[in-house]
T-cell receptor, first 118, second 112 residues
Framework: KAGVTQTPRYLIKTRGQQVTLSCSPISGHRSVSWYQQTPGQGLQFLFEYFSETQRNKGNFPGRFSGRQFSNSRSEMNVSTLELGDSALYLC?????????????????FGSGTRLTVV | GESVGLHLPTLSVQEGDNSIINCAYSNSASDYFIWYKQESGKGPQFIIDIRSNMDKRQGQRVTVLLNKTVKHLSLQIAATQPGDSAVYFCAENPWAGNMLTFGGGTRLMVKP
């Protein structure tokens, strides 16, 4: 069973540009969540998509957006990149809603996309 | 490899010893907690979880303890091995939604 696939693995962008990252969930998983990981702020929740709809959102500016397609693949976009956006962006997929039923065993992270803004 | 935290607290233990990693969580309403292990270049990997109606749960070589009174979690690893070297995060599910709030992480280094 294939895991969560994130592409690309590494990306270098210039300030002011925009970037799109992709996440392919485990087959059958309908929820995709995105996290930003930095040395200073740690792991922070960006947003979650389920059935092509944004269901939850973290505390990030509007420059961070995402979408989900009918096959559950998700993309996140960051516009007008800033140096502080340099981070490891992780996505996690799961079957359905919440941890109360399935537990964290069903919540699987990809290896991330390392974004460097110069 | 990729650094997940340049200034993480570090726990250094001898191979074969037991390790205890501590975490303070933030939301007294959280009722589900998870420990993750993150190796260089990889995403967080599930280790063990615990619900708030329990104070202890054991897995294979790992035990999680939950103290709701002081909002504290600990992860105990028995007979620590070099392969246990990684960064360990606690995470809480602050409500019934599909998201996690992570702690700052602890780097575990195992000396052979």
């Amino acid at each position: 069973k294939a895991g969560v696939t994130q592409t690309p693995r590494y990306l270098i962008k210039t300030r002011g540009q925009q970037v799109t990252l992709s996440c392919s969930p485990i087959s059958g998983h309908r929820s995709v969540s995105w996290y930003q990981q930095t040395p200073g702020q740690g792991l922070q929740f960006l947003f979650e998509y389920f059935s092509e709809t944004q269901r939850n959102k973290g505390n990030f500016p509007g420059r961070f957006s995402g979408r989900q397609f009918s096959n559950s693949r998700s993309e996140m976009n960051v516009s007008t990149l800033e140096l502080g956006d340099s981070a490891l962006y992780l996505c996690a997929s799961s079957l359905d809603f919440g941890f109360q039923g399935q537990g964290a065993n069903g919540y699987t992270f990809g290896s991330g996309t390392r974004l460097t803004v110069v | 490899g990729e650094s997940v935290g340049l200034h993480l607290p570090t726990l250094s233990v001898q191979e074969g010893d037991n390790s205890i990693i501590n975490c303070a969580y933030s939301n007294s309403a959280s009722d589900y907690f998870i420990w993750y292990k993150q190796e260089s270049g990889k995403g967080p990997q599930f280790i063990i979880d615990i619900r708030s109606n329990m104070d202890k749960r054991q897995g294979q070589r790992v035990t999680v303890l939950l103290n709701k009174t002081v909002k504290h979690l600990s992860l105990q690893i028995a007979a620590t091995q070099p392969g246990d070297s990684a960064v360990y995060f606690c995470a809480e599910n602050p409500w019934a939604g599909n998201m996690l709030t992570f702690g700052g992480g602890t780097r575990l280094m195992v000396k052979p």
